[in-house]
């Protein structure tokens, strides 16, 4: 059963619009009074009749007047109601009414006041006011304690400034160099040059097997480091080698140098301190040779940091005893590393450089060739430090070791960081450390290593320079490792061809390959031939580069003690 909707009668106006005049016929029921226009339902909710066009347009006014006025209330008069009465109380109503506060209401009293008014200190809760305050505290004394450093470099004029270590030249430039050429970085990093595969000349010396229970270490078993003074550790320069004097006068290549030198100009585009490397063209032949006494035979710490080191040269976290002490730290671990039960890996020749009863360290030279064209060959007498047995194949290792001497110049401590944290270990030393760890790369690439440990090696104390932990080692192989740190081997060699065929150009004589200290470029300078000879005596290094003799370095540390005693011995060697 459908129910209808009844719409009822509508009625009809047929004089005009709206209405008619009786709204409401006799038969209609309703409780509205008659002749009462519609008004609101509630007076809260303001609701009445949107326009009355029967009402008078222009009460009380005649057809003149303002028209601004006029119009006005025309437009307004149909729309207003304030002067109907047929509610007489509306007015009184209206009067009486007001509107609600507007105001947003309150926060939440159980909401902190701080976080929304930061400003007011004394709002802070008091447990954040003291972790404020000691946060403060500790950027102070930092602060204060940069500072003092700073003032205190630089306020004593007797001392050498840091920036004038690092900005002066590793050999003095005389008068009399006739400089040849300069070559800017930003050519050689677009160098590129393959070479074919090298073979091995001969091989020297004595290894010992590696001890693999090193691998193990961390820095809650952490190990002392021994000293290994008894041992000779040899750095001989390339004209000084016998064997690359045998090679040489048998024809067997064009170009001699050492992995250290090559290494050097491998990695020049990230150095950052001065060094220099003689060249001497005899013949139809190229030798690079270092120094006695070079820089190259020590090894930079924190080279491309961006924290200065103290500028004190007998300060113990100088640039350079730091460089001695990295020299001294490396010798013993590449020893210690070992099994040293007097069982060695010996090769075809004993090592070139040792007197007969004469302990040294374990180390083997292998000197290999590169063709680099048609015409020229090189020779490089290259070094690995230890051997190892894997699957019963012989595998050569390089080994070397980082130091940490003040977490508070790395920011980073590596007694907390190496076990959690060891790629953010790593990252610090490639930031702070760029040209050496290319640089060991280098050279283990060179010497065809098969695996290159690295060693961290801490100080016992930051004051104490004197003795030293292994805290870990962690082994890489090179061409990896190279890869991760972005050391292009066809850039490097591209370096080295580069430099070989600039000077191959040259007429017989001595020349001098020295990096601006101040610029990234290299300069090559012509020198007298009687150069550098007695270890350059008439024209010594400058006095921060120099390793004092022993009656003058009684006081100083142990390391150089160590150092200056290897240098001696490697004299000897050599005379």
């Known amino acids: 059963m459908v129910i209808g909707f009844e719409v009822g009668a509508v009625p009809f106006n047929p004089d005009g619009w709206g209405p008619p005049d009786a709204t409401v016929t006799p038969t209609t029921t309703s409780t509205l009074p008659l002749n009462v226009p519609y008004a609101p339902f509630s007076r809260s909710e303001k609701l009445g009749r949107i326009a009355d066009f029967t009402r008078n347009l222009y009460p009380g006014s005649g057809q003149g007047g303002g028209g601004g006025g006029r119009k006005s209330a025309a437009s307004d008069s149909v729309f207003d109601f304030t002067a109907d009465d047929s509610f007489p109380s509306a007015n009184d109503n209206d009067s009486s009414f007001r509107l609600v506060d507007g105001k947003p209401p309150p926060r939440p009293k159980f909401v902190p006041k701080w976080r929304f008014n930061q400003h007011h200190r004394s709002q802070l809760p008091q447990r954040r006011d003291e972790e404020v305050e000691a946060k403060k ?5 930092e602060r204060a304690r940069r500072d003092r450093l700073y003032f205190l470099n630089r306020s004593n004029q007797n001392q050498q400034r ?17 400089m ?7 050519t050689f990093t677009k160098l590129s040059f393959s070479v074919p595969e090298p073979e091995d000349m001969i091989l020297c010396g004595g290894l010992e097997s590696y001890d693999k229970s090193f691998d193990r270490i961390t820095p809650k078993a952490e190990r002392r480091l021994e000293r290994f003074k008894n041992r000779n550790f040899f750095k001989v320069t390339t004209t000084d080698d016998p064997v690359i004097r045998r090679l040489a006068s048998e024809d067997k290549a064009t170009v001699f140098a050492t992995d250290n030198i090559l290494a050097t100009l491998m990695c020049a585009t990230r150095s950052v301190y001065s060094w220099d490397i003689v060249v001497q063209r005899v013949g139809n032949k190229l030798f690079f040779d270092k120094r006695d006494g070079s820089q190259l035979d020590l090894l930079s710490v924190h080279e491309t940091s961006q924290e200065p080191l103290p500028e004190a040269k007998d300060d ?10 990295a020299a001294y730290i490396n010798q013993n671990f ?34 290999r060739r590169w063709k680099l064209d048609d015409d020229t060959c090189l020779v490089a007498r290259c070094e690995v430090q230890s051997v190892v047995e894997v699957n019963k194949q012989r595998s050569f290792l390089t080994l070397n070791a980082l130091n940490e ?15 959690t944290q060891r790629g953010a270990v790593l990252a610090t030393e490639l930031k702070n450390n760029a040209n050496k760890l290319a640089k060991w790369t280098a050279q283990a690439l060179l010497a065809n290593a098969d695996m290159m440990k690295l060693g961290y090696v801490s100080r016992v104390h930051p004051r104490d320079h004197f003795n030293h932990v292994i805290l870990a080692v962690v082994g890489y192989k090179p061409r990896d490792f190279a890869s991760q740190i972005n050391l292009n081997t066809s850039n490097m060699w591209g370096i080295v061809k580069s430099i070989v065929d600039l000077c191959m150009k040259l007429n017989e004589g001595k020349y001098v390959l020295v990096k601006d200290p101040s610029k990234p470029q290299v300069r090559i300078y012509e020198v007298p031939a009687d150069a ?6 008439e024209e010594p290094l400058p006095e921060d580069e120099q390793v004092q003799p022993p009656e003058e370095n009684a006081e100083n540390t142990e390391a150089n003690g160590v150092a200056n005693d290897v240098e001696d011995k490697e004299i000897g060697a050599q005379a």
Request: proline share 5%.
């Open 405 to 419: 001497f003040d977490p508070k110049y790395s920011g980073v401590d590596w007694r907390q960081k190496l076990e």
């Open 532 to 537: 550098f000879e007695n270890d350059y005596v």
């Open 316 to 325: 113990i976290n100088s640039a350079y005893s730091l460089s001695v002490e």
């Open 334 to 367: 590449s020893q210690q590393v070992l099994f040293r039960d007097g069982n060695k890996v010996s090769f075809d020749e004993p090592n070139p450089f040792a007197n007969e009863g004469e302990e040294v360290a374990s180390v083997a030279y292998r000197y």
């Open 180 to 186: 040849l050429d300069q070559i800017p970085f930003s």
């Open 137 to 141: 505290r500790e950027a102070e004394k």
């Open 162 to 178: 840091r920036e004038a270590a690092v900005f002066k030249s590793s050999v003095e430039i005389q008068p009399e160099w006739n």
